[in-house]
């Protein structure tokens, strides 16, 4: 698990990344929600100072845990991958992975964690079938390396990157129900909703998953 | 190790019964009730304070000490000329600021620095009380600070904070008030005493008890001191508070004032006679009987023993604000026991943020300066103060 997200933040006037506005418009008023790899809590303040949300996250590096405690969010330091089987079924309203799920050991596992601790789970990931992505590996024929993705294949916290095809196969295999399912083009913008999946996959550069249990 | 019995150590026992602090007295008519069935009456609570009580009586907080600690928190101590146990934490511009926030730090019951305790003396009978004092719980030294608080006028206390044994009365102050306790910082704690650490505790009293001058416990009458006893008990136990990396770190294999061993039993090395100063500089403040009850104490310390064996029961329906701290090479109260905490917290919906600080010096590091440890209690203080309103 990654203590920093992977995509490059792109903010509104407010300076809120658009990713995490619309994850907030995800999300109800009032609602109780755990962020797993929260950072360093910009998600959690907004969802606190916009929504009234009662927020709780989890982060693996001292350093953003420190900055969440300063902001008077109570996070604790822990890893998805160990650390979700403590929590008890039904939670929390929301549990929200953004960023993150690419760079657990077990992404299943954990989903199925994230199904069970909530009523439902946001889910956010680069997509690996964006068409740089692509064009990287069957032309260049090498392991992709932009300004969204900046690691080398040897050195990234990203060891489990799938496609947003891939991902709706997981939801099938875990049974979540996809409540809303939005791609971000380059700009951290919606992708038009009528385009076909295929075409997501190729123009997203990430997913944004509303899920429920089935 | 050198003692001769004609120079005794000098027991402080001119802190018993009136302490260089503050003391908060109370009557035959408001006994203190304790766990164990037994009462004391009239008794007394030795503390400090520091900073002001703001009008609405919304800013005071309480330190809770460890094990051998005591009220002078952050003042020079009377017995030692030493700093305060805890200036780096508390004190003007300090994480607990003192221009802020109005401090309060009691010693515990069954202490020997103002508040009562073994060798307090009995009412009934004119002498200390010795091993006739009834045995000590946690609650009880928190039932005991209640009273101070209640005395103090404050309704509900902005923040509860200590380690260890002090980090064991914060949680107890959050399960049995936990309306009076905004936000609470325990660190290097645990809500059970484990079996590897009783078993060190019940080392040091036996070290304590077969000292042929412990007499039963009488010795304060008979004009003897358990100070062998006493000081291997601490020898021992300051082994516990290191880490194996920080003693080969500050002392290694190295020999004292000496190029080669002396092939006797003198402390040919370093932390020989490092643990040998250890021992007698700590008979010289602090009282063998205490010692024996104040580690009792923490080994019946069981929060979910009370509440059918469940810690997240015992914090349900808590709105206090929690942050617990640990370290990384700390193993006499390790991650693992706040994560345990953590983990019941989380199960009883309350809020909680967690650390665990990277340091190599072992469960001694809460008193020590460790930034880490220092920006995470300023950030979770600073933030709890704006909720609560405090200027």
């Known amino acids: ?214 | 190790m050198t003692m001769s019995s004609a120079t005794l150590p000098p027991e402080p026992r001119n802190q018993v019964d009136d302490p260089s602090s503050l003391v908060a007295r109370f009557g035959a008519s408001e006994p203190l009730l304790m766990d164990s069935g037994g009462s004391i009456g009239p008794w007394q609570i030795g503390y400090q304070t520091y900073g002001k009580l703001n009008a609405d009586k919304s800013n005071a907080v309480l330190i809770c000490h460890a094990l051998t600690g005591d009220q002078h928190v952050a003042n020079v101590s009377p017995l030692t000329g030493k700093p305060g146990w805890w200036s780096t934490m508390v004190g003007p511009g300090k994480p607990v600021d003192t221009n802020r926030f109005f401090v309060i730090c009691a010693n515990v019951i069954g202490g020997c620095m103002g508040t009562t305790g073994p060798a307090s003396t009995n009412p009934a009978t004119g002498q200390p009380y010795a091993v006739d004092f009834p045995v000590v719980t946690i609650r009880d030294m928190v039932r005991a600070q209640a009273a101070l608080i209640d005395r103090l006028g404050i309704e509900s206390l902005f923040c509860v904070i200590g380690g260890s044994m002090g980090g064991m009365q914060v949680l107890q102050w959050a399960v049995s008030y936990p309306d009076r306790v905004f936000a609470a910082l325990p660190i290097a704690a645990a809500a059970r005493h484990s079996a590897q650490n009783i078993a060190f505790h019940e080392v040091g009293r036996q070290a304590v008890m077969a000292d042929p001058d412990w007499r039963g416990g009488r010795y304060l009458v008979e004009g003897t001191r358990p100070s062998k006893g006493l000081a291997v008990a601490r020898m021992g136990a300051h082994i516990t508070y290191l880490s194996e990396i920080a003693l080969h770190r500050k002392f290694g294999r190295n020999y004292q004032d000496r190029s080669a061993p002396t092939f006797s039993f003198d402390a040919d090395f370093q932390i020989e006679s490092y643990l040998r100063y250890q021992g007698l500089s700590f008979v010289e403040r602090f009282d063998a009987n205490s010692y024996l009850y104040v580690t009792r104490a923490m080994d019946y310390f069981d929060l979910a023993a009370e509440h059918g064996g469940s810690l997240a029961k015992a914090f349900r329906g808590s709105k206090t604000r929690f942050c617990v701290i640990s370290f990384t090479s700390d193993w006499l109260f390790p991650t693992s026991d706040s994560r345990a905490i953590v983990h019941a917290l989380n199960a009883a919906a309350a809020s909680v943020g967690f650390v665990e600080v990277e340091s190599d010096k072992g469960h001694d590091a809460f008193l020590l300066d460790e930034p880490e440890m220092f920006a995470a209690a300023q950030g979770f203080i600073d933030a709890a103060a704006r909720a609560r309103g405090i200027a």
Request: aromatic letters at 8%.
């Open chain 1, 1 to 214: 698990m990654t203590s920093s997200r992977v995509l490059p933040p792109i903010e509104d006037v407010a300076g809120h990344r658009l990713d995490f506005l619309l994850v907030a418009d995800m999300v109800e008023p009032g609602s109780r929600v755990l962020d797993i790899g929260c950072g360093d809590g910009s998600l959690l303040a907004l969802l606190r100072d916009r929504k009234g949300v009662d927020g709780r996250g989890i982060e693996l590096s001292r350093d953003g845990v420190n900055a969440c405690l300063a902001k008077g969010l109570p996070v604790i330091q822990g890893d998805a991958d160990t650390d979700l089987a403590d929590y008890p079924d039904d939670a929390f309203d929301y549990v929200i992975l953004t960023q993150t799920i690419q760079a657990t050991k077990q992404p299943k596992v954990v989903l199925e964690h994230l199904l069970r601790i909530g009523r439902r789970a946001i889910v956010s990931f680069p997509n690996f079938g964006h068409w740089s992505v692509r064009l990287d590996v069957v032309l260049r024929g090498r392991m992709p390396v932009t300004k969204n993705m900046p690691y080398s294949w040897y050195d990234t916290p990203n060891i489990h990157f799938c496609t947003i095809r891939d991902f709706v196969e997981l939801c099938r295999e875990v049974g979540a129900q996809m409540e809303k399912a939005v791609a971000l083009d380059a700009s951290g913008r919606p992708i038009r909703v009528t385009l076909p999946w295929w075409a997501w996959n190729l123009l997203g550069e990430q997913g944004v998953f509303l899920l429920k249990r089935r």
